[in-house]
């Protein structure tokens, strides 16, 4: 936010475009954390949108392994439910009762068919680089990891023996994160943005009415997280202080907890296959 005209910017900017003040930078600004990972990468992914592409890629790679065990074979049409389980899709049942907490965060990264891919692909590009870009990696890191469990926590509660996937929870707490900022920052475009997310989030959930298998507590659940998240976060400061080490700390523990998930689902298939 612009110090002089209170403006919403975003964490790369230098100058204000709206009433062109220079914002000084005393001390190294804290705007381009994963800059380093995307010059190892030979600046192949954008360094204000890595930690979105890098979601992706894992999507993309989950879906192509999905579908070497599809058994129809051909991996574009819906993808088996056996697969996606193996996986580690939600089923309440599975969590609560059988202890595997693993899948209400790993089922955020499978998806059950080609179209489901593409489109939640598609509004991951959109959503998720401007909330990467406007809160930083280390804000879009909890929003996101807290709205996929908060999304399918509420979706193991709602449908317990229903099996379900998607990103779709995670994205929506990306477009809660949105309004949440329309909440903080009152200006004229904190505002627009606010009412466009809200209208998003109006359209998804009246799609997910239809019968088209969507699940709508995932997507209440993620919308709900991803608000009060950002909510508490605030925008991030230009430079370093208590408040930006907390949620480095805070994004850094989602990344662990991330992985430490994934390993988790990796035991329990590999003793699967035995």
Known sequence: MCPNCRALLSTADRVCPYCEFQIAAPRPPIARRGAEASEVL?????????VTFIILTINVALYLACSLMNPEGTGIGDMNTRVLLLF???RGDLVFEGGQWFRLLT???LHGGLLHLLMNS???LDVGAFVERTFGVWRFLAIYFASTVGGFYLSSQWSYYTPSVGS????FGLIGSLIALGLIDRSSMGEQIK???MRWAMYGLLMGL???NMDNAAHIGGLVTGLAVTWLAGFPSLFMNWKERVWQ?????CLILTGVSFLRWYWWFSGMQQ
């Open 195 to 197: 009412q466009q997310a």
């Open 122 to 124: 598609w509004a991951m």
């Open 249 to 253: 700390v805070v994004g850094s523990i």
């Open 210 to 212: 239809l019968p088209f």
């Open 88 to 90: 580690g899709a939600k």
């Open 107 to 109: 089922a955020g990264f």
């Open 168 to 171: 779709s929870a995670g994205i």
């Open 42 to 50: 030979g600046g192949f992914i954008p360094q204000d949108r890595f």
